[in-house]
């Protein structure tokens, strides 16, 4: 087996470890390490597939779009982490089903 394959592996699981944490967790803050997990697994997928389809190219375009995807994952994380703060400042807890309780 190539390390090429491996690592692909590696990613993908990753990737469904996320997607299961995401699914089943009910606190805001392992639930942000979930998209995390995805977005950051996602990368590295990009990556590999990137070296695997074109072994001897060099792609500034890979460059442009890993960085775009490190800027949208900043992002999400600012995002998410308002989100939980505002959800302690107010409810106290940061448990997903009491979230109900900041409706209008």
Do not use: H
């Amino acid at each position: 087996m190539s390390l090429q394959v491996l690592y692909f592996a590696l990613a993908l699981a990753t990737f469904f470890v996320g997607g299961y944490i995401l699914m089943t967790k009910k606190n805001l803050i392992r639930i942000m390490m979930g998209i995390e997990m995805m977005i950051l697994s996602a990368q590295a997928l990009f990556i590999i597939y990137a070296k695997y389809a074109f072994p001897n190219l060099y792609d500034p375009l890979l460059q442009t779009v890993l960085i775009l995807f490190t800027v949208v994952a900043a992002g999400i994380v600012a995002v998410f982490m308002v989100l939980v703060y505002v959800a302690y400042s107010k409810l106290g807890t940061i448990n997903v089903e009491d979230l109900k309780k900041l409706r209008w």
